[in-house]
């Protein structure tokens, strides 16, 4: 179906057909509307082209007023517009504009937001934690923000294939499987019956046992070394037995990751995780290539490629290494056969990577080198989506009280915890499992959602307390303005009172303001899949509830006193606020209980 222009949009549109007959040579100029406070909207593009054609700003703006259509023209849409300042125009739309606009996005299930008119293929390479290893906050930052851009475009109708680039590969996976060759029930399972976060944090307990105490061995004893490493070359080669016991590991880390994904409320799936190991065979391919082309060049033995930008701190150059003079692969071998997979296999024409930014410049010489290699052809764009580190509130990176690195699973329990005593404190007659059912989605919703509100490049400090704040800028905010309005909506059904549209009512300010941002939804996604800016997203939704709490402070709803007409329209207004909470907060991620 065709999609339901927004009200901005219109106006945008008579403001541009204006302008083009005021000045011909205008014809497609963009008159530059936006919202204000000064008026509904304000245009400011007459100033720059007045300027262009030597022309008077203010002349020029009255001349658009001129050609606009307005109320007493008998139109129902633009209300007043004035020229103010240096060639402003300050335009103030009816009241039925308003109404008559989000009544036909209100019967429209997408909420008015439009598909992409030329969906392409985006391969987005994110959640990459590393197997036999415990994952951490970066890992929660990539999983989160990969997975709100995910929904986001493919709600565009973009067709998204996830790649989640496990570190499944490496020389320390020779030590691993040398000592379950050597300790073969080292990985036993004590009982089959665990599942779920039992499950998993008995995987991880297991694999990091098999971690330390191989470590140990490989560093107390030179034998055991030395078999390691041949038993490195095996596995490469792919000698089946080491395979097999390769194949255990990640298969128990697999069962790890996952019970994390459950308790993220976040859906990875098995066919999606293609980690380093499965571009093995592609690496003899890569190097010869590039050797070939002369994109790398052997240098002390490895396989380098050098660029003029990039320089260490005494000034000589730094190689992206591409093989080792052991002969050995790196990260930068499998990335770039991971490219070539991409683009030649998968069609992508977008590549994007949900990456800690302290992998900026791996990801640079990367793409630089696929360039170079005619691997990344023109029109297909590759980008890191590079984000900051989580800082605990000393400001410095997030560490639990150990020291170590902090465990994704013990913040997500606390965060949990956290809510808990939140969702008790308002719970009136919730029974124990509900209080629990709630109190995850809460908790889990308050950690995407601190993450995800601001701009994924900053670092943010990780701390409970505020995330679960019920006032501010939370997803525990935005949780309760959409149960606050499922509450009123039931009460009212109860009194036979339903939503319903009534254009030709006046509108207070507070219904007009939230009305007006409700207008703004569906530019607001379109901005952010173009952008890959969940922030933005974030931040209008935020918006959407405070406009929405103004509005229940000034605007009763089904009380005494209030019109029949007016409960419905009002109905109607917050009806269609919840369905645009729950469908931003959809794509973020994050659930919206009807009841909290
Ligand atoms: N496994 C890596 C880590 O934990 C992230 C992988 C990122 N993706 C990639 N294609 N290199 O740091």
Redesign the pocket.
């Known amino acids: 179906m065709a999609s339901v222009p927004s009200l901005a949009a219109t106006v945008h549109q008579r403001v541009a057909n204006a302008l083009s007959a005021a000045l011909p040579e205008a014809a497609g100029a963009d008159p530059l509307l936006r919202r204000s406070d000064r008026a509904d909207f304000q245009a400011n593009g007459m100033l720059a082209l007045a300027k262009r054609v030597k022309g008077n700003p203010r002349e020029l703006a009255g001349q658009v007023v001129e050609r606009l259509p307005q109320d007493d023209q008998d139109d129902e849409v633009i209300a007043g517009i004035e020229v103010s300042g240096p060639g402003f125009l300050n335009i103030s739309v009816t009241d039925e504009a308003i109404v008559r606009t989000l009544a036909a996005r209100y019967a429209d299930e997408r909420l008015g937001v439009p598909r992409a008119e030329r969906p392409g293929t985006t391969v987005i390479?994110y959640s990459?934690?590393?197997v036999a290893k415990e994952m951490h906050v970066?890992?929660l930052r990539?999983t989160v923000i990969g997975d709100a851009i995910t929904r986001i475009l493919e709600h565009q109708g973009e067709h998204v294939i996830r790649r989640h680039?496990?570190?499944d590969w490496g020389t320390q996976f020779g030590m691993l499987t040398q000592y379950l060759i050597e300790h073969p029930h080292e990985l036993d399972h004590a009982s089959d019956t665990e599942g779920g976060t039992e499950g998993g944090e008995a995987a991880i307990a297991r694999l990091n046992r098999l971690y330390r105490v191989s470590r140990s061995r490989f560093e107390s004893d030179e034998e055991f070394k030395t078999r390691a490493r041949d038993r490195v070359v095996k596995l490469q080669s792919g000698d089946e037995e080491t395979l097999a016991l390769w194949h255990k590991i990640v298969d128990e880390s697999k069962i790890y990751f996952q019970a994390t994904y459950d308790q993220l409320d976040v859906e990875i799936r098995d066919a999606d995780v293609v980690g380093e190991s499965a571009y093995n065979d592609a690496l003899q391919d890569v190097v010869k290539d590039l050797e070939s082309s002369g994109v790398a060049v052997r240098s002390d033995g490895a396989l380098c490629v050098f660029f003029d930008d990039v320089k260490g701190p005494d000034g000589t150059p730094t190689p992206l290494i591409v093989q080792k003079s052991n002969g050995g692969f790196g990260?930068a071998a499998?990335?770039l056969a991971?490219i070539r997979d991409r683009v030649g296999k998968l069609s992508a024409d977008t590549l994007l990577?949900v990456?800690?930014a302290r992998?900026s410049l791996?990801f640079r010489m990367v793409f630089e080198t696929a360039r170079r290699a005619g691997w990344l052809p023109q029109g297909t764009q590759a980008r890191q989506l590079a984000f900051g580190t989580v800082l605990g509130k000393d400001g410095r990176p997030f560490k639990s009280r150990e020291g170590e690195s902090a465990r994704l699973v013990d913040l997500l329990d606390a965060a949990v915890e956290r809510a808990a005593v939140v969702v008790r404190e308002k719970a009136q007659d919730l029974s124990e499992d509900e209080i629990a059912a709630l109190a995850a989605q809460v908790g889990i919703g308050a950690v995407k959602y601190a993450d995800l509100s601001t701009s994924m490049s900053r670092d943010y400090v990780f701390d409970l307390d505020r995330m679960v704040s019920l006032t501010g800028d939370t997803s525990v905010y935005l949780q309760y303005a959409y149960a606050r309005i499922q509450s009123i909506l039931r009460r009212a059904a109860a009194g036979d009172v339903r939503p319903l549209a009534h254009p030709h009512l006046p509108l207070a300010g507070a219904e007009r303001a939230l009305g007006l941002h409700l207008d703004e939804f569906a530019a607001t996604v379109a901005a952010v899949a173009e952008s890959y800016e969940p922030h933005k997203l974030a931040a209008y939704l935020y918006g959407l509830a405070s406009h929405l709490t103004t509005f229940y402070e000034h605007c009763p709803v089904v009380k005494e006193g209030v019109e029949p007409a007016t409960s419905e329209n009002r109905l109607f207004l917050c009806d269609l606020t919840a369905r645009t909470l729950h469908q931003g907060m959809a794509l973020l991620g994050i659930r919206t209980p009807s009841r909290l």
């Open positions: 390479d990459q934690p590393n970066g890992h990539s680039h496990i570190g990260y499998t990335d991971a990577y990456v800690d992998q791996h």
